[in-house]
Each structure stands twice: as structure tokens, then as C-alpha cells.
């Protein structure tokens, strides 16, 4: 666990400092906290699921300097210093909800909303992804690398693989996700 | 006026999507604890000891509860809630003791620190046809008669023109809803309240009071938000008995979840079920005889049946008749309710059974489907309350392209791959139960409906809220709705597929008074407004003249890559009849949800009983495999109009369970199409198809290119 104004120093906890949504928060940290447990339990963002504790299931996305990660296998001490930005800070500053939010909802793109929250950051990490040129499985081989990837429905689902969902709303997170690709939205990370 | 048949979005939506949705592990209470299970590690036997002291040394742990030392529970009706009661170890993964602490990792690090003794016993956990204790249970589950014999099966299938004798196998399956089992406990001196990961809170409070000693009005038990159950949350699971022992026990409020490793053998699966069905056929097709014998396993403290022959009780006209059950109990963690439990197994076996009878007819499946359209329920004689089988199936066909479908297997490739075509049919029965719902109208204009509904993603609230505002004759906008609390008007559980039918009725009972009383009103309302109440105990649950089921076709399109074995589903499309369809948006995405649940549970979807350790090695998310995205096609979802006087006051049948019924067999079906092998065991994985392709001698494409 990791208290703002618990002990200091021993040899089971160190002084971390994460930004997290914009705001610093410098804790003491368990040294076997992982950054789920941090957002989740010292922070009181739950926003970030824990489906299965052991990267499997992706309901813990959140993305950590700008790129998404499995925040139930990072070991919070090791990401001093780090950006954090989980589903309750998409938005911003903005006033409404992050256009990917807004998409699920228009789409219908979650039932029992659990991997919701991990769907939504791993997909605005798939579109910085795919803006950036980083190919996936699904990429043609021969594309010119370096140039953004455009992402039709194989490569979103290929891309977002790691975040399962037991209600089943593939279909509509894919739609959800394409709505927001192309339209120029530059993806708040 | 009509919100009812409207597309709403989901009114819990915008927390869903933001973080917001509060599930049940998410109360940071002050003080609270963390307490983890330790489960057994042998497959039968009793505790004999238990250390504890290496585990309490640790920094933060704060508790540790054993089974000779834990609080002293009332029996509950269920068995597997007996946790922590007595030595006896009835299976691997029961929970012999809890270590509560101040933190997860504690808790984790405190479980992992204490020793169990076991005095073991050798087991027995392997299934098998005709394995000496298999019993035909009377009843199953309290529901269905175990056995069931029209006419002369025997006979009739013996001197049939065309016969089909085979066996199919549908493996464990596991629920693994995403968020795990979770419960937070909090006692506040004789006041008790239990945030819980549930389909049906109203059950967990009766449970506790029992178990506690309690009266129920000191209990609340709340399911605000729910991250799926597919059944295993239907019933009160360890963990709310586990949190609210250790939270009574510290007098701090104490979180259990359930890690993922856990749940397999501890809140309950899908029984594995071993089939064999007998068909016998005249030559233009018509069944003259019908057999389903099922055998399954249940556990040593609990009889629960997965009755997987029932659906042919239902489905086709065939004279003769005889569906049997046998049960095995067995030294294996208790089986329970997994989506359609029955019907998704047993429709697998039928249907695919019915593939193999058209094939041996040289018939189209759908027509020898339409040829066996029974005129009234077969089992009962009931006539049904409506049956629209055939237009599912001719509405199906036409959508898919069914026509010109190559009449023979191995047909047509593309490239490596081998494709084909399926078909299945699909039912699931009507079920309702008795449900309490108020509604209130308040001064300013608004309308407050509360009933204990549980939400557990299906869209229950906002299709509350539309039954509500049509029967007050208002804008959806102006009716709030409550749901997920035992405070509120008592309700089933949601399963079965009768939450809305069950919630429904209760709420739009209550609105109708309260429209009533509003219209008689003259003034302006009373502060707190007017409330009515209403219960529908003995009109929801009489007996119904009727047979009442939901039916649906499934058709689907596989490719089988003829080098790997492996199976992709390149289309998916159901069609039901389930009354009347009340949100098209959230009942699509039921319908295509189970779909997918169906997918799994044909290709990908398999756990196992480990002869030596009695557990299952498939016991999480990268052993067990629930389909990912690129798994999973574009999947299509329609309906046919469909009114049934015969229902509820809002004519739906239910809708959460009957996409998973008949899709492994449409899956199954195309797979034979596509490559001509027939594979009777679940899943179609890679290595069973490889050797069911090279066991024809010709694994590939006859010539390559599209064909």
C-alpha cells in the first residue's frame, strides 16, 4: 500500500512520484504495490478494472506516458517520475466526455461496463499506435513503415485482442473505434 | 407514447464509460481490510492442522480464520456457502482458511504463508459413460422431471428406414464473468451491509439472515453495478459469506475478490456432459424416434444437474420418445449455472444430431428442421403459447444465402482454407417469477420506480424505466429508476432470462395503479407525493395452459485452414422469435453477446478435470480461452414481430440466453460442410481438427484456388 504522509523510508517502501490525470502525488509505496493497486486503492481511481491480476485480460489498461500498459503487472516504484492517465482522465480538461466515451455510448459498446474502462484507454493507445506507423500482426507486410497505419476493422480487432470481454461487444467496440479513427480527433494522451 | 420498442441508450452509460460505475470491491471504506481465501490442495481428505503463526508474523496480516476456529454459521440451503464450518475437504480448491490484513498484498503474502495438514483420501473426479454410481436423479434442480418416455423409442428407432446412433462430448466450461466475485462486508453494531457482486440481492439478504442469525431488516445488500455473472453470480457465492465472517470477526469492514485462479473451482461451471442420441427417421425425413441420454457429474455436497436433455422435450415432432439424465457424483468443485444451463450443451448434442440425420437423408438441414415441426409440445401436449421455429429459420436462410449451398461437404476452398456453411435451431423455455415494484409520482413532475432489480449488463434499468414510462404514459425522461438493493421492493435474481419479464410486470402493475390514482387525483401532489406498490405473487408464478418458449436459427460460415487445423467463423447470424423485442439496442447486443459466448464455447472454450489432482489446469484467462476481438466476425442479430397474448403485460419471452443455444452447433455443422470430417467433441480446436482432416487422407483443398 502507499500512504501520502505514511513513513517515509524502510526497506519494504520507497518515495514514488507519479502524475497522475495532471496532478503529482508523491507516496510511499509498498514495494510490491503495482500501479493497478496504487490508482485503485491509494488514489481511489477505480476506474481501472482488475480482471484478472495477471495480464490477461487487459481490464487494467491505462497508459503510462502516453503509451498503454497493464497496469496490474507494473510494479509502482519503478515508474517514478512517469505520466499517468487512466479512464477518469480522458477528457482532460475538456468539458464532455473523451470522443472514444462518447462513441462507446452512441454504439452501445459495453454491457456490464467492467472492461469498459480498459477497452477505451487500450483504444486511444491503438489510434496514437496506428498514427505513429507501428504495424500489428495484421499489417501488410509491404506498407512503407514510418507512415501512419490505417486501421480498418481487422487491424482494430487485432490491436485491441488484449482487452477481453465476457458480455461479448466486439463487434460494437469495433465500431465505436472506427467512428473516432479518421475523424481527426488528436488522441489526448 | 412509446418508450417501450425504442432504441434508449443505457442510463448507467455515461459512469460505465468514465470510470465512474463503482462495482462491488470500490467502497474504500475507513479501515477497511483485505482478506484472501487459502485454498485446499488436496482432492479429497479433512484438515488436520493448520499453522498459522509463520502468516500472522507478517506485516499487516490481522487475522487468520480456520475451519475449528472461524464464527459459527447457521446451515444455509446451499452447501458450498459452508465455508470454514468443519475439517471435511469435498473437492481441490475449498477454502480452509482466510487471512485478512491490511492490504492485498498482505493478504496475499499471509495466504501464502500458512500450512495446511490434510489427512487425504483418495478421489474419484473422472467421468465416463456408464460409471457404476451414475444415478437418474427424480428431479432435476427442483425443476424437471429426470427422466421423460413417449411411446417406444426403442422399438420405433429400431425399425427405422434411416437411423443415426452417436455420441457427442461438451467439456467443463467456466462463466469467468470480467470482474471476479467480489464482496465488501461492514457491520455497523447489528446492522449489516454487504456491497456484492450479484445477480439477485434479494436472495443474498435472506442468505446471510440465515446464515448470521439476523433479522433481514438489518441487513442491506447492494449490487449497484455488476460486471457480468452468466449465472454464477445467480446464487449467494463464498465470498459475501467469507467478507462478512471476517468483517464480523475484526469489526472492520473487510473486501474479498476472488482471485481469477480461484473461481473455477469455487463458484461453480458449466458440468462437462457426455451425449448420445438416437434418431430414427422415415425416408422422407420425419422422426419416428428420438433419444437423449445425457450423463453428467455433479459434486459430493451437492446435486446440481446441467439437464442437457431437456430441450428435446421440446423441439421436434417425433412420436416416440425418451430423454434420461445420470448423474455421477463425483470428488469435484460443485457445478451451478452457466448461461442457458440445459439448453446450450444439449442443443449442441441435438442439433448437430440433427445434421448428421439430414446428411444420412441426403436433405437440406433446414427442411428436415421444418419437416419435424411439432404441433404442440411434444413432451406435454401443451400447444404453445406461439412457435415461430420455421420463420426463423426460412427468415434466417433467405438473410444468409442459404440457398444454392452446396448440397455435399468439401465443396468449395479458398486457398488453404476449406469453407462451409451450418445451421441450428434454438429454444429456451419462458420463465417468470414473482416480483414486488413500487412507484412513486413526486410534486415536481418526476417519477421515482424502485424494485430490486440486478443490472448485471443486460440494460435491466433502462428497460424498467421504459416499461414505467409507457405505463404512466410519460416521457422516458421523467421516470428515475432505482435498482440493485435489498432496501428496495424485493425481486428475483436475474437469470433464467426473466429478469424483465418478472421486474416488468411488478413495475408496470405498480405504474398502472399509480396512473390511476393520478388520474382520480384533483390538486396539486402531497410533498412526498403518491406511492403505489405492487406484487405479482400468484399472478406471475400461476400455471400457464401454455408451452412458453423463445426460438431462434443460427446459421454460420466457417473457414478451416487445411495446414493448422484451425477453425475461423467468418459469419454469424441468428434469427429469434422471442416476443416482443422492448429495447432493440440492448437486446442486440444480448443476443450477439451470447453469440459469442457460443463461439467460445465451439472453438476455443474447453476446461478439463485433471485425473491425478482433481482441478482444473485451465483454471485462468490464458488457459481458458473466452473469445477475443479477432476471434469474433461482424455478428448479425435479428427478430422476427412476434406477439404472444400469453406472456406478461409487456410480451417479451427473454432474451439473454438463447444466442448461446444452437451456435456451437451452427459452428460444428459448417465445420463438417467446410471439410467433411464430423468432430463430436467441443471445442474444435486446432489439433483435433488436424487429425480429424489427416485421418481422410486428404487434409487440403482438392485444387487450389477459390472452388
Known sequence: MGTEHGPRSSPHRSDTTLRVNGKPHTLSVDHRRVLLDLLREDLDLTGAKKGCDHGQCGACTVLVDGRRVNSCLLLAVTLDGCDVTTVEGLSGDG?????????????????????????????????????????????DPSAPSGRPV???????????????????????????????????????? | MTALGAPAERLEGPEKVTGAARYAAEHPLAGRLFARPVPATVARGRVTGVDV?????????????????????????????????????????????????????????????????????????????????????????????????????????????????????????????????????????ERLTVHTSSQGTTAVRTTLARMFGLAEERITVVAEHVGGGFGSKGTPRPDVVLATMASWH????????????????????????????????????????????????????????EYAAVPARVMYAAPNQHTVHRV?????????????????????????????????????????????EPDAEPDSGKPFSSRHLVECLREGARRFGWEGRAPVPRARADGPWLLGTGVAAATYPVQVYPSAAAAQALPDGSFLVEVNAADIGTGARTVLAQIAADALDVPLERVRIRVGSSDLPAAPLAGGSSGTASWGWAVHEACGRLAARLAAHRGPLPEQGLRERADTEGTADAESAFARHAFGAHFAKVAVDSVTGEVRVRRLLGVYAAGRVLNPRTARSQFVGAMTMGLGMALTEGSTMDAAFGDFPEADLAGYHVPAHADVPDIEAHWIDEHDPHLNPVGGKGIGEIGIVGTAAAVGN??????????????????????????????????????
Open chain 1, 95 to 139: 468539458e464532455g466526455p473523451h470522443p472514444l466515451q462518447r462513441a462507446f455510448l452512441e454504439r452501445d459498446a459495453f454491457q456490464c461496463g467492467y472492461c469498459t474502462p480498459g477497452q477505451i484507454c487500450s483504444a486511444v493507445g491503438v489510434l496514437a499506435e496506428a498514427e505513429a506507423g507501428h504495424p500489428s500482426h495484421v499489417t
Open chain 2, 53 to 189: 503463526s509463520a502468516a500472522l508474523a507478517l506485516p499487516g496480516v490481522v487475522a487468520v480464520l480456520m475451519p475449528d476456529d472461524a464464527p459459527r454459521l447457521a446451515e444455509p440451503g446451499d452447501p458450498t456457502l459452508t465455508v470454514l464450518q468443519n475439517p471435511d475437504v469435498p473437492h481441490r480448491g475449498w477454502f480452509v482458511a482466510l487471512v485478512v490484513a491490511d492490504s492485498p498484498e498482505a493478504a496475499r503474502a499471509g495466504a501464502d504463508a500458512v500450512h495446511v495438514e490434510y489427512a487425504e483420501e483418495s478421489h474419484d473426479v473422472t467421468l465416463r459413460a456408464g460409471h457404476p454410481r451414475a444415478y437418474v436423479p427424480e428431479e432435476l434442480n427442483g425443476t424437471y422431471p429426470g427422466e421423460r418416455r413417449q411411446g417406444d423409442a426403442e422399438g420405433a428407432f429400431a425399425a427405422a428406414a434411416v437411423r443415426v446412433d452417436v455420441g457427442y462430448r461438451v467439456p467443463p466450461l467456466h462463466n469467468h464473468p470480467m470482474e471476479p466475485h467480489a464482496s465488501t462486508a461492514h457491520w455497523d453494531g
Open chain 2, 328 to 372: 455421477v457424483r463425483l470428488d469435484v468443485p460443485t457445478p451451478s449455472w452457466m448461461r442457458a444451463p440445459g439448453e446450450a450443451p444439449g442443443m449442441y448434442a441435438l442439433e448437430s444430431a440433427m445434421d448428421e440425420l439430414a446428411d444420412a437423408l441426403g436433405m437440406d438441414p433446414v427442411e428436415v428442421r421444418i419437416r419435424n
Open chain 1, 150 to 189: 490505417p486501421l480498418d476493422r481487422d487491424e482494430i480487432r487485432e490491436r485491441l485482442s488484449g482487452n477481453l470481454c465476457r458480455c461479448g461487444a466486439y463487434p460494437r467496440i469495433v465500431d465505436a473505434v472506427e467512428d473516432v479513427n479518421g475523424t481527426g480527433h488528436n488522441p489526448r494522451t
Open chain 2, 250 to 305: 475484526t469489526g472492520r469492514p473487510v473486501t474479498v475478490v476472488l482471485p481469477r485462479r480461484m473461481m473455477p473451482t469455487s463458484v461453480g461451471h458449466r458440468a462437462p456432459t457426455l451425449h448420445r442420441l438416437r434418431l430414427g427417421a422415415d425416408r422422407d425425413g420425419r422422426l419416428t424416434s428420438l433419444t437423449h441420454d445425457v450423463t453428467t457429474h455433479t459434486s459430493r455436497i451437492k446435486e446440481f444437474v
Open chain 2, 670 to 707: 459448417a465445420v463438417h460442410h467446410a471439410t467433411g470430417v464430423r468432430l463430436r467433441e467441443l471445442p474444435l480446436t486446432p489439433d483435433r481438427v488436424l487429425t480429424g482432416l489427416l485421418e481422410t487422407g486428404r487434409p487440403g483443398p482438392d485444387r487450389p484456388g477459390p472452388g
